[in-house]
C-alpha cells in the first residue's frame, strides 16, 4: 500500500513544534498544532472577564507560540498564507483528532518522563499504522516506547529537525529497536522528495550524528583558543567563509543559536559517552562556566562573545569578550599571512592544502584543529555511523559546512591528514591506516556521475544512495563540457539539454557571463533541444557586474556603457526567442541581472529557497537588462476589460521602485516575478536542476515553438506617467524619500508609462528597451549614482543620498 502524508499532527507548539509546523504547511500539508491547557488565567483574561474554559483560553498557549513565530524573522514559512493551513488545539479537547491523521510528531520539553506520558495519551488516539516520532535532540530513543504497543513501536522513530527547520536541511531519522524497515525507508524518501531535507538514518547513539560532531568541533575550538591564547575575532577569521562555513563561524554562531542551548548538548555528551576518547573535551572551560553564570548566553540575552553596545552619538558598535578578563573591548582586526594566499583561490577546497601549509598562527591552528577533527571521526565508525558519507552529510546539511571532514581530509590527501594527526600525538584507526596502503587512498571518488564512498567493511568503493534522481554538475562538468570561458561553463546533461552555468565572482553578470550565454545559445541551437540555466554557487547570481559600470561612468566613457547594456539586452532577447526552449533554475539570492535572466526563461524552476527581486535602485539606477521593460509588459499582459490598468502597472512600478526582494520563491508570485501557471518552486534543491532538465525536454518533446516577437504591449502615456510623477512629488515632500531616489522613480515612471504619450498606445519590446537604456545610461551621469556604485562597490550595502 502506497503511503501519503495529508494530514499530520505536531504535538508541542514551543519553537521548534511551531516551526515544524509551519514547514509542513510550506509544502502544502494540513496540520493540527496541540499543546497543554493553561493552569490560570492571564492577567489580560481576567480582565475580559473570561474562565479556564473559554476555547480562547484554553488554546492561549498554542496559539499564542503560534503567532509568536509567524512574526519572527526569518520567517518559518514560505507565504503567510500558508499558515492557514495550520489548526490549533490543545491535548484535552482536541487530542482525539490525531485518529484522522497520517503522522504524529512529538515536539515537547525534553524530558523523558514527559515524553512517555504524551505517548500513553496518543496511543489511545491514534489509528494503528499510523506514523509516530519524537524530534529529540538526544534521548535514547529505545526508552521512549516503553509499555506502547508493537504497533505503535514498529511505526515510531525519532526524527531530529534541525532548527530553524526551514533553513536548515538536515533531517536525522533514528530508528528504536523494533522500527519498521518500511517506516525508515518512507522517512528517508519523504524527508528528502517532500520536505527538501538531506535526511541522515544514524544509530540511537547520544546526540545522534550532526550534534555529536558538531559540538566537538565548538568544544575543540573552546580549548584550542585558550591553548594557543587566540582572540574570538581571530578564531571567527579562521573558521567562517574561508574554509567554507558561514559568516557566522564560530563565536557568532553560538550567540546566535544560544550558549546555553550548547552548553545543555556538551553537558549530556560529557555525562553519557564516558567511554568516548575525547570525553574530557567536552567539560566546560572556565569562561564558558563564567559566561554561563552571568547569564551571557547571545542574542537571547542581549550578550555573549558579542556584545552590541550603544555610543553617546547614538550610533551603535560591536564590542568582544577578552576571554582572558571576561571583559568586553573594541574588536580587534585579525589578519593572517596564510589567508593572503588563498584570496585568488575560489573553490575552497583548493584553500585546505594552502592552509595547512602556513608558517604564521593561522597555518599552527588549521593543522591542530584538522588534526583533532580528524581524529575524532575516523573513530565515530562504526559508533555512530557504518557509513563515512552521513558524517558529511550531517556536517554540511546542519551546520552549514560546505564540505564535511572527511571531504576536507580528502582535499589536504589521506597522508597528509595521518602526518597531521600523528604530529599531535594521535592513534590513526586501523581502518585508516588499511585504506592508506590499498590502491583507495581516498574516501570519495566519482563514476559515470555519481559519488561513490569508501564501504569500509567492504573495502571498497560503493555508491551513495538516493542520486539516481539527482544530478550532480560537480561530477560531470569536466567530461561533458561543451563550451567554456573564464566566468561560464556549458554542459551537457543528456538527453538534448544543455546546462549554462555561470562561474564568476558571486556569479555576477559582465562580459564574460553575457559571452558565454550567447555562445552557449548558438550551440544549443544547432545541437541540443534546450536549455537550463542554473549552477551550483552559493547564489544564483547577484546581479550584473557594478564594478564595470562603475568604471565605464566615472571614466565618461558611455558609448562603451551604452554598448554594454545593449549586449545585456540584446542577450535577454536572444534568450527569449531562442528556437528551443530555455529553463531558469535560481536558488538563494537572484538579485538585478539574476532576475532579468530568470524572467527572460520560458520558464522559472525556483527552489523555494529564492530570494529574487530588481534591486538597482540601491545603486541609484533603473533595471536595464530588460527588467523595467519586462515589468511594464507584464502588467499589461494581464489588462481586462474594465480594469482599472493604472493600478496594475502601480503596482510593478512599485516592485521595482521599492527595491523589492521575494523572501522565498512563493512570495516571487506576488511580486509578479514569478508567473503563476507557468514558474513552479520545488523544495528540494538537491532535485532542482534533475527537475529544470524535465521540464526543459518536456517543452521540447510537446512541439516547442519559437516565440513571435511582440508588438503589442500597450503603454498609458500621459494617463501613468501624471500619476506617478504626483505621487514622487507627494513622497519627496513627506520625506519618504531623497531627491535622488525622485530623479530615478521618475526615470522609471518614464520608461513604464512608454514615454510623454498623449494616449494609451501599442508599442514593441525594443521600444520599452529603448527608453530603458536611455534611463539608465543618464543616470549613470549623476554624480549621487557614483557614490552610490562606490559605496554598495566598497561597503556591500546601499547608501542612502
Known sequence: MKRRIKKVAVVGSGIMGSAIACHFANIGVEVILLDIVPNELSEKEKKQGKSLEDKSVRNRIVDDALKTSLKSNPSPIYHQDFAKRITTGNLEDDIKKVKDVDWIIEVVVERLDIKQQVFEKLEKHRTPGTLISSNTSGIPIKFMTKD????????????????????????????????????????????????????????????FIGNRIGIFSIMSLFHMVKEMDMTIEEVDKLTGPVIGRPKSATFRTVDVVGLDTLVHVANGLYDNVPKDERHDLFKLPDFIEKMMDNKWLGSKTGQGFYKKVKKEDGSSEIKSLDLNTLEYREKKRAKFDVLDKTKSVDVVADRF????????????????????????????????????????????????????????????????????????????????????????????????????????????????????????????????????????????????????????KMNSIGGDVLNGINTSMDIAERDFDGVVISNTGDNFSVGANIGMIFMFAVEQEYEELHGAIKYFQDTMMRMRYSSIPVVAAPHQMALGGGCEISMHADKIVAHAETYIGLVEFGVGVIPGGGGSKEMARRAAMTYQ?????????????????????AKSAHEAYDLNILERGKDIVVVSRDRQLAIAKQHALMMAENGYTQPVKTNNIKVLGRQALGAFLVGTDQMKAGRYISEHDQKIANKLAYVMSGGDLTSPQYVSEQYLLDLEREAFLSLCGERKTLERLQHMIKKGKPLRN
Open 148 to 207: 506502547r504497543s508493537d504497533d505503535f513501536k514498529k511505526h515510531f522513530c525519532g526524527t531530529h529537525f534541525f532548527n530553524p527547520p526551514r533553513y536548515l536541511k538536515l533531517l536525522e531519522i533514528i530508528p528504536g529497536p523494533e522500527t519498521s524497515e518500511e517506516v525508515l525507508e518512507f522517512l528517508n524518501n519523504y524527508g528528502e522528495k517532500f520536505l527538501g531535507k538531506t535526511t541522515v538514518v544514524a544509530k540511537d547513539t547520544p546526540a
Open 641 to 661: 476589460k474594465d480594469d482599472v490598468e493604472l493600478n496594475r502597472l502601480r503596482e510593478n512600478f512599485l516592485t521595482i521602485g521599492m527595491a523589492k526582494v
Open 353 to 504: 592544502p594552502i592552509l595547512i601549509e602556513g608558517k604564521d598562527k593561522a597555518g599552527e591552528f588549521y593543522r591542530k584543529n584538522f588534526a583533532a577533527l580528524f581524529a575524532y571521526v575516523q573513530h565515530r565508525i562504526p559508533e555512530i555511523t557504518d557509513a563515512l558519507y552521513k558524517i558529511d552529510d550531517a556536517m554540511k546539511a546542519g551546520f552549514g559546512w560546505k564540505h564535511g571532514p572527511f571531504q576536507i581530509w580528502d582535499a589536504v590527501g589521506l597522508d597528509k591528514g595521518i602526518e597531521l594527526m600523528k604530529a599531535e600525538g594521535y592513534e590513526v584507526a586501523e581502518w585508516i591506516e588499511e585504506l592508506s596502503k590499498s590502491e583507495h587512498n581516498s574516501f570519495y571518488s566519482v563514476k559515470d556521475g555519481q559519488t561513490l564512498y569508501y564501504d569500509i567493511d567492504q573495502k571498497s568503493f560503493a555508491k551513495i544512495p538516493g542520486q539516481d534522481d539527482f544530478i550532480i554538475l560537480d561530477n560531470i562538468r569536466q567530461s561533458n563540457e561543451v563550451f567554456s570561458n573564464k566566468d561560464l561553463v556549458a554542459t551537457d546533461l543528456g538527453d538534448g539539454i544543455l546546462n549554462i552555468e555561470f562561474r564568476s
